[in-house]
C-alpha cells in the first residue's frame, strides 16, 4: 500500500514541472529573447503534455488485471505516443519560429523536477530512518 506522501508525488512533480518551466521562461526572457522564451515554454509544454500522457496511459494499464493487459495494445499506445511527439518536435524544430536551445531548456523541464524531487524523497527518507 502507498503512503499518503508517495500518492501526492505525481501532483508534486506536475507542479514543480510547471514551476521550473515558468522560471525558466521568465530567465528566458530576461537575459536572451522573447524567442527563446517561447521557444522554452513550447518544450516544456511539449514535455508536461506528453508526461501527462504517459502517466494516464500507465495508470490506465495498472488498473487491469494481469489476464485483461493485452501486451500489444500497451506498444501500440506507446508507439502513438512517442510518435506524435516526434512529428510535433519535428515540426517544431523545423519551423524558424523557435530557438533550438529554448527548446531544449524547456524540453528538460520535467527531468529535472524529477531528479530534484527524487533527492528530495531520497534525503527525506534517509533523515526519517535515521
Given at each position: 500500500m502507498m503512503s499518503d506522501r508517495e500518492e501526492r508525488l505525481p501532483r508534486y512533480l506536475l507542479a514543480g514541472s510547471i514551476l521550473?518551466?515558468?522560471?525558466?521562461a521568465a530567465v528566458s526572457a530576461l537575459l536572451f529573447s522573447a524567442s527563446a522564451a517561447a521557444?522554452?515554454?513550447a518544450g516544456g509544454m511539449i514535455a508536461i503534455i506528453n508526461l501527462l500522457w504517459q502517466r494516464r496511459?500507465?495508470?490506465?494499464?495498472?488498473q487491469l488485471t494481469p489476464q485483461d493487459r493485452p501486451m500489444l495494445a500497451a506498444l501500440v499506445r506507446f508507439i502513438i505516443r512517442i510518435s506524435l511527439?516526434?512529428?510535433?518536435l519535428y515540426l517544431v524544430?523545423?519551423?524558424s519560429w523557435f530557438s533550438l536551445w529554448g527548446l531544449l531548456?524547456?524540453?528538460?523541464?520535467?527531468?529535472v523536477c524529477l531528479f530534484?524531487?527524487?533527492l528530495y524523497v531520497a534525503i527525506s527518507s534517509k533523515e526519517?530512518?535515521?
Open positions: 521550473s518551466l515558468l522560471i525558466i521557444s522554452a515554454s496511459s500507465l495508470g490506465a494499464l495498472l511527439t516526434a512529428v510535433v524544430i523545423t519551423s531548456a524547456g524540453l528538460s523541464v520535467t527531468v530534484g524531487l527524487t526519517t530512518s535515521s
